[in-house]
Structures are given as C-alpha cells and as structure tokens.
C-alpha cells in the first residue's frame, strides 16, 4: 500500500502530472482525428464520380496510421522513449510475427488490390465460385457477399485475387413485388408452383440465365408479402418478361387461390 501511495504521490507532483496531462490531451486528439478522418472518408468515397469505392479497408487503415502517429508522439514528446529504436525491435519481431500470419497478411493485401484496383466494390452483383450475390463491403481480411436469399457470406481476399470473378449488370436482374391473403393454402406447393409458371412465361419472351425464386419478405394478420426475382441473359426484354412473370401468378395472389391447387390436384 505504500508503494501506491508513493506512485500516486510521485505522478502528482511537478513534470509527472504535466505529462499525463499532455499524454492524456494527446490520446482525446488522436482519438477525435481518427473520427473525424473516418468520417470524412465515407462521405467523400460515398460521392458519385470519386474513384475509390466506400469499403471498410480504407477508413480503418487510414485509423490505424492516425493511432500509429498519435501515439509515437505521445511516446517521444511525454515519456522520452526512442520511437524509432521501437519500431527498430517491433520491424525484428515483426518478421518473426508475420511467418506465423500469412494468410492474414496475404487477405490484408488482397484486400487493398480489390479496393485500389476496383475489382469489386460494395453494391456490385457479383458470381465469385459458387458464390452469388451483391457486395456489401470489403474488410482487412474479407469481402462480405450477400446473396439473393439474404446469407451472407465471408469469402477471403486472397480467394478473390485468385478466382475468377464475374460481374452481373443489375439491371439484368430483375425483382418484382408480390402479396398474397393467408388462408388455407400450402404455402409451399404455391410458391413451388408460382417459380414454375413465372418460369414457363418467361421463357416464352426472353432467355433466362436464373430461374426465378421467390423469397418471403413478411407474413402478417392482412397477408404475405415476397419478392420474386430472376435473372435474363439479354436485358432487352426486362420489361416483357416481369409482365409475363406477373400475369402467370397472378392467380394465386387472390383469396381464392387455394381452390386452384385444389383443381390442379383433381386434373393430375
């Protein structure tokens, strides 16, 4: 108990306090630069025209340069220790570390090669591997891909660098709403079957690349709400081809519905 009361003594006193101060006024500045920096960055890489797109990678490493100069100050000007002498032993050890880390140093740069070089960016409709979707950002270690059906998926940075990466026009996707009245109604014999009728009307005025699916978006007292998209080869007859999509499942969408499965079981 001595020994605190000495060290607290000892830091209130003369230069110690002084420099705990400024240290603690150095750390509070870093800390609101660093906000402010990361804020202006996506702003600025959310504009229309900016080339560099609005991932996560770019604010944190531009974080991380902040902490890195506020804190060597901190360091040198307060508590007189040899920065470069620091990064001197931490550049050894450094070398040692990264031996054991290659695959996050190998997705940390994969990471700057898809940001800086645009292979992709957040909002792109994306094929990579089996993997189909709309970009949502990318990361130090991973770029996240939502897919059609709302999973997300983490995929490596070094995977994208080293898998062949398809880009699909959004406008080639094409997703229509639709609502329905709960009743009596196999949900999923209706679903099933309205994928399969908007496929056969589709198919009839244009090329499907997707089949269409449909995903349900809310069930409520009043209804069922879903979205129904697919994906055309050719964007020509995007419109034609909602329209067929629609008229054929129209039918169900009326509170009657139930009673055409009903009929189509009897006709089978």
């Not at 001595?2 to 603690?24: M, P, R, T």
């Not at 991932?55 to 902490?67: E, G, H, P, Q, Y």
């Not at 570390?97 to 292979?119: A, E, P, Y």
């Not at 997703?175 to 309205?194: G, I, P, Q």
């Amino acid at each position: 108990m001595d020994g605190i009361v000495q060290w607290i003594h000892n830091l209130v006193q003369g230069d110690n306090l002084q420099q705990w101060v400024v240290a603690i006024l150095i750390v509070i500045i870093t800390f609101v630069v660093s906000r402010l920096v990361a804020a202006l960055i996506r702003r600025v890489t959310s504009l229309d025209g900016v080339p560099l797109p609005s991932s996560s990678i770019l604010v944190n490493i531009a974080r991380i340069a902040i902490w890195v100069v506020g804190l060597s100050v901190m360091l040198s000007a307060c508590f007189d220790v040899d920065v470069n002498g620091l990064l001197a032993a931490l550049g050894v050890g450094g070398i040692a570390l990264s031996l054991g880390l290659q695959d996050t140093i190998k997705n940390f740069i994969g990471g700057l090669q898809v940001t800086l070089m645009r292979i992709v960016r957040p909002g792109d409709h994306v094929r990579i591997g089996t993997t189909e979707g709309i970009v949502q950002d990318v990361t130090w270690r991973q770029t996240v891909v939502k897919d059609y059906e709302n999973n997300v998926h983490l995929i490596p940075n070094a995977v994208i660098n080293s898998t062949e990466v398809e880009k699909i026009e959004p406008s080639y996707i094409v997703t229509t709403n639709l609502s329905f009245t709960n009743d009596t109604r196999d949900l999923d014999a209706m679903v099933r079957e309205m994928e399969q009728l908007a496929k056969h009307a589709v198919e009839e005025v244009a090329e499907l690349e997707k089949d269409p699916w449909i995903l349900l978006t809310e069930i409520g007292e009043y209804g069922t709400w879903a979205k129904m998209r697919f994906v055309l080869k050719d964007v020509t007859h995007a419109r034609e081809a909602r329209d067929a999509a629609l008229r054929a499942v129209s039918v169900y969408t009326r509170v009657n519905a139930s009673e055409v499965l009903h009929d189509d079981g009897e006709e089978d």
